[in-house]
């Protein structure tokens, strides 16, 4: 959560909001285009290839429309004076100690604001619309680690192009307004 804040300033990603539900039951559209490309790969060792390499994943996908790959691959070997310790001549990496929000569990939806008053804050809520907000400064999220958090140097490849575009169908929403049996109006909605 403490790194997404820092998204936009070290890779101009502004990540305008993130709902947190289990994986794999299709209840959003990231989930669903997540689902369809793990069914493909699933659907094409079942008919008798092999993933061996990056190429493999990239022949597997390459007629998912809107979808594009990439390797992001992450520098484990930064030398970070906060994060390695030497011990009986045996290098070890220390891993820095993070704190839990307080109350996390019952939040699903977050915000990360990058313009206006609440720009670096972290905001989060149960669900969208519902309930009220809970802002995170960032002193309070640069204190939930016991060391600076660092911009991470991953080794990055050039994406795929998507060979289509994906698109997704938008249901129209009609309402309808009518008398009941005693007069009182009632909303009809059909999509």
């Known amino acids: 959560m403490s ?20 994986s794999g039951e299709a209840k959003t559209t990231i989930d669903s285009h997540h689902t369809s490309i793990s069914h493909t790969i699933k659907r094409y060792i079942q008919i008798g290839y092999d993933i061996k390499g990056d190429q493999d994943i ?24 906060n994060s390695e310790q030497m011990n009986n001549n045996t290098r070890k990496k220390k891993k820095p100690k993070v704190k839990t929000i307080s109350g ?10 990058t313009e206006g008053l609440l720009a670096g804050f972290i905001q989060a809520r149960s669900l969208p619309h519902i309930g009220s907000w809970s802002q995170f400064s960032p002193a309070v999220i640069s204190d939930l680690c016991d060391s600076p958090i660092v911009q991470p140097q991953p080794t990055l490849s050039i994406h795929t192009q998507a060979t289509s575009t994906w698109t997704i169908p938008i249901s129209q929403l009609n309402v309808d307004v009518s008398d009941d049996i005693i007069g009182k109006k009632k909303l009809h909605y059909t999509m």
Do not use: C, H, M
Request: no cysteine; glycine share 4%; net charge negative.
């Open 104 to 113: 996390i569990s019952k939040y699903f939806y977050w915000e990360w604001p």
């Open 3 to 22: 790194i997404v804040a820092y998204w936009y300033d070290w890779y101009q990603i502004q990540v305008r909001s993130w709902l947190f539900l289990e």
């Open 58 to 81: 990239v022949e597997v996908g390459k007629n998912l429309a809107g979808t594009y790959f990439a390797n992001i691959e992450p520098n484990r070997n930064e030398n970070n004076e």
